[in-house]
Nanobody, 120 residues
Framework: QVQLVESGGGLVQAGGSLRLSCAAS????????MGWYRQAPGKQRELVAT???????NYADSVKGRFTISRDNARNTVYLQMNSLKPEDTAVYYC??????????????WGQGTQVTVSS
């Protein structure tokens, strides 16, 4: 069984920083793309950033220049460094990863979510 466990959310003032972490554990042969998504109240879940196993990154326009995604393949962990936070960044942040859990099987997994609240 595979689990994604997130940490690092919290309450911060506008202009502040937070760093989210997401560690994958369990029956893992390999991990492909990993990413962060967020969902604000009353809105659909949206992509924040992704990183491939080779380190290629992709960002939503709204976070470019402020957020940085990275991963530690040895620790099966993905990070999201969030700087210059704005109230509109307030949301539940979810980790996602495509994991090969058997030699012939790959699927996407989600973490449980971590709340990020930015006060004005």
């Amino acid at each position: 069984q595979v689990q994604l466990v997130e940490s690092g959310g919290g309450l911060v003032q506008a202009g502040g920083s937070l760093r989210l972490s997401c560690a994958a554990s369990g029956s893992i042969f390999s991990i492909g793309a990993m990413g962060w998504y967020r969902q604000a109240p009353g809105k659909q879940r949206e992509l924040v950033a992704t990183v491939t196993s080779g380190g290629n990154t992709n960002y939503a326009d709204s976070v470019k220049g402020r957020f940085t995604i990275s991963r530690d393949n040895a620790r099966n962990t993905v990070y999201l460094q969030m700087n210059s936070l704005k109230p509109e960044d307030t949301a539940v942040y979810y980790c996602n990863a495509y994991i090969k859990f058997r030699l012939d099987s790959t699927r996407g997994y989600w973490g449980q979510g971590t709340q990020v609240t930015v006060s004005s």
